[in-house]
């Protein structure tokens, strides 16, 4: 069983902060890496971090380093996402996914996803 599971999404006001969640379980724990991606409607879904387990590495798409921030706790086996100075474009459903590829930096290696939750950015 591969499950991923998403929280923390909610609604917040511009230049304020979310954490967002995402816990492994079932064969999603023994991954080589998390990653987070988001999509806005009517926009393509889009990288936004990525984190192995071993070692946490990390590696972040350009538009997203110096206000995100990933990290993960392995004995809870969950990944975290730290979203700060939000601003209305940050509107969207964020995703986590698991790879067990060595390319965790390489969108297309996500093959395994959670359901989402939403943020809403307001201004």
């Known amino acids: 069983q591969v499950q991923l599971v998403e929280s923390g999404g909610g609604l917040v006001q511009a230049g304020g902060s979310l954490r967002l969640s995402c816990a492994a379980s079932g064969r999603a724990s023994s991954s080589f890496a998390v990653g987070w991606f988001r999509q806005a409607p009517g926009k393509v879904r889009e990288f936004v971090s990525a984190?192995?387990?071993?070692?946490?590495?990390?590696y972040y798409a350009d538009s997203m380093r110096g206000r995100f921030t990933i990290s993960r706790d392995n004995a809870k086996k969950s990944v975290y996402l730290q979203m700060n100075n939000l601003n209305p474009d940050d509107t969207a459903v964020y995703y986590c996914?698991?790879?067990?590829?060595?390319?965790?930096?390489?969108?297309?290696?996500?093959?395994?996803w959670g359901l989402g939750t939403q943020v809403t950015v307001s201004s």
């Open positions: 984190i192995t387990w071993s070692g946490g590495s990390k």
């Open positions: 996914a698991a790879t067990w590829r060595s390319t965790y930096y390489l969108p297309p290696s996500y093959d395994y």
